[in-house]
């Protein structure tokens, strides 16, 4: 079946550290990967997207890359700020096994970036 | 900028009592989604719509209800609310049913019924 596993928090940096956010999935076929990003008292909004093997997905600083042969979409950021301090999601949109345009979510991600 | 909207954003209420959440969504779009967010954030989708008149139970089993009469709205009820439905729920919705599709999602209307 479908499955999102990604790396289990919470994660805690300083300002300016390094992010990575590990994401690796399992799906028949080519599905499109996702990163959602939840602020705290909001809902999820797209953080990046990537539709096909080989594409990286970027926005304010973060990417993603679409790796087939490792199953991998992993979350990386060069300098985070507090304001990144959130909950990111990676998920997967299926194109074979599951309803179209169903997402499958992994768990989540908690971020806190200390000044 | 997505134009969703759920209300209320926080609800309390006693064990037994009916409630509807509601959500609109101004975009036009086809397809809604109704999430159930667990304290551990984990998502669970509980139901989804393809457009009026199209309603389908998600993966996570759910004693909730909901109908799509109009193409903005796609309210859920829960007949008769429990502690067990403590939880947030979120609402989406989608322009099309592609894979490449972006979800937009509501604030989420946080519930707990005691």
């Known amino acids: 079946g479908n499955s999102v596993t990604q790396m289990e928090g919470p994660v805690t940096l300083s300002e300016e550290a390094f992010l990575t956010i590990n994401c690796t999935y399992t799906?028949?076929?080519?599905?499109?990967l996702f990163w959602y990003v939840q602020y705290p008292g909001e809902g999820l909004q797209l953080l990046l997207k990537a539709t096909k093997a080989d594409d990286k997905g970027s926005n304010k600083g973060f990417e993603a890359t679409y790796r087939k042969e490792t199953t991998s979409f992993h979350l990386e950021k060069g300098s985070v700020q507090v304001s990144d301090s959130a909950v990111y999601f990676c998920?997967?949109?299926?194109?074979?096994?599951?309803?179209?345009?169903?997402?499958?979510f992994g768990k989540g991600t908690k971020l806190s970036v200390k000044p | 900028e997505a134009d969703i909207y759920q209300t209320p954003r926080y609800l309390v209420i006693g064990t037994g009592k009916k409630i509807t959440l509601e959500c609109s969504q101004t975009?036009?779009?086809?397809?809604m989604y109704w999430y159930q967010q667990d304290p551990g954030m984990e998502l669970h989708l509980i139901h989804y719509s393809y457009g009026v008149n199209s309603t389908e139970k998600g993966d996570l089993s759910s004693e909730s209800t909901v109908s799509r009469i109009r193409t903005e709205h796609f309210p859920l009820t829960l007949e008769s609310a429990r502690p067990s439905h403590t939880s947030q729920y979120l609402c989406?919705?989608?322009?099309?049913?592609?894979?490449?599709?972006?979800?937009?999602f509501g604030p989420g209307t946080r519930l707990t019924v005691l």
């Open positions: 998920a997967l949109s299926p194109n074979y096994g599951g309803s179209q345009g169903n997402l499958i």
């Open positions: 799906a028949t076929g080519y599905p499109s």
């Open positions: 989406a919705s989608s322009a099309g049913t592609g894979v490449t599709d972006t979800q937009y």
């Open positions: 975009m036009g779009h086809d397809k």
